[in-house]
Structures are given as structure tokens and as C-alpha cells.
């Protein structure tokens, strides 16, 4: 069976250094397929550079794909050229393959059998950003990710039945985040079958963690390096 990995904000993104994350839950880096990056913030893609040096120190010769909607692309493009010329004489650096998509519900984020990955936008104020389905062909697994949001109906078309929504739980009531409660109740529309609560700010997550299971009672916290299964 499948499972998935808790490396930081959520289940894409590169903020901090999401390759000793992908490490120390006892992975290597060379399977590592392609980079997907939601948004511009800094806890999503300021690991871009290190992320580059590391799959180059690991060997990798093959081009790194590395997937999102223009703005993120371009944050994750302006942090590497910010080490210019650190990594200019980097010998067999793996080329970077930009693979833009659109900022539109449905777009293609990756397709690689067996997984397909579709993007829709989200609700982060001003900042372009979108949620992502994961979909595994051969184990009829949906897992959905709601990156950085307020509550929205786009979430919950994209969860629409997943096994597992990874929803973010980091605001009050007016910013452009969601509480608890807020991810709670995307997960019952959707009718997932089990709601991971991730992007919680500092400090005794408990009360959220009541809260969002009054609403859902199959909540959990996401742990941090943490390991799932689909499975309910
Ligand atoms: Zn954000
Ligand atoms: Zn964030």
C-alpha cells in the first residue's frame, strides 16, 4: 500500500531542508521524482537552493522536474539565483526542468503513473496558491492537500471522497488561514474518510484538536516526519 510522508508544511513544498526531513523518515533522496511548489512564502520554498545542492551531492545526474503556478516558480527561481555564483561551477548539477502550470482548477501539477497530481486555487489573500489531489491509479488512493487557506470551496471539491484530506489549521477567524474548526467542516463536506490537521501554530494544539473533532470526529494531528497509510 502507499503511504505518505509529513516533511514540514505539509505534503509538498520545499521550506527548510525537506531532504533531511525525507531522511530521517528513512528514505533516499535519488527516487525523488520532481519538486512540487504550491506558493511563494517562505515556508514553502526557501529550501529550493539547498534542495538543488543536496540531489547534487547525492549523484543525480537526470534533470530535476520542479512543478507550480508562475509566481512559485519564480520565488523558487529568484532563491537559487540569489546563490549565484556559488553554484555556477558546479560540476554535473542536475538541470532543473521548470514545469509551469496553470493557476486554474484541474490543472495538471504531475502525471507520472502511478500518480496523478491536480491543482486547484485556494484562498490565501493575496498570495497565488493552490491545493493539490494526489490520486494513485493502481490503489484507487485519494489523498488531498489544502496548502495555506481559508476555508474554501475549492478544498472541498478537491477532497471530494479522498481517503485523507492534510489540511492546514493555522489561522484565527479573518485571516487568510483556517482554524480548525474551519478544516473540520471542509473535511465533513467533502466527506473524506480521515481529516490530518497540519500548519498549526505554536503552543497547546489540544483545544483546536477538540474542536475540529466535534465538527469530524476521524481528526488527528499530522505528526511532523510522520507516516500514514490510506487506510482509514
Ligand atoms: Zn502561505
Ligand atoms: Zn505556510
Redesign the pocket.
Known amino acids: 500500500m502507499p503511504a505518505f510522508h509529513l516533511l514540514g508544511?505539509g505534503a509538498a513544498d520545499c521550506g527548510g531542508d525537506v531532504l533531511q526531513r525525507l531522511q530521517a523518515c528513512g528514505l533516499s533522496i535519488d527516487p525523488v521524482d520532481g519538486l512540487l511548489v504550491?506558493?511563494?512564502?517562505m515556508?514553502?520554498v526557501s529550501g529550493f537552493p539547498l534542495f538543488m545542492e543536496k540531489i547534487w551531492l547525492d549523484g543525480r545526474e537526470r534533470p530535476i522536474p520542479v512543478c507550480g503556478i508562475e509566481p512559485a516558480l519564480a520565488q523558487a527561481r529568484r532563491t537559487w539565483d540569489a546563490f549565484t555564483p556559488v553554484h555556477e561551477g558546479w560540476e554535473g548539477l542536475p538541470p532543473i526542468d521548470w514545469r509551469e502550470v496553470e493557476h486554474e482548477r484541474g490543472a495538471r501539477m504531475w502525471t507520472s503513473a502511478p500518480w496523478t497530481v491536480t491543482a486547484a486555487p485556494v484562498d490565501?489573500g493575496d498570495?497565488p496558491?493552490v491545493g493539490l489531489r494526489f490520486e494513485h491509479a493502481d490503489a484507487d488512493h485519494v489523498l488531498a492537500y489544502s496548502?495555506?487557506t481559508a476555508p474554501t470551496s475549492s478544498v472541498v471539491r478537491l477532497a471530494q471522497d479522498a481517503d485523507v484530506l492534510v489540511h492546514e489549521a493555522?489561522g484565527g477567524e479573518t485571516d487568510?488561514?483556517s482554524t480548525a474548526a474551519g478544516a473540520a467542516e471542509v473535511a465533513a463536506e467533502a466527506d473524506v474518510d480521515r481529516l490530518l490537521l497540519v500548519h498549526l501554530p505554536p503552543g497547546d494544539k489540544s483545544k483546536r484538536l477538540r474542536e475540529a473533532r466535534s465538527i469530524f470526529p476521524h481528526t488527528d494531528l499530522g505528526e511532523e516526519l510522520g507516516t500514514y497509510s490510506f487506510a482509514a
Open positions: 508544511t504550491t506558493h511563494a512564502h515556508d514553502h490565501h498570495t496558491n496548502c495555506d493555522n487568510n488561514h
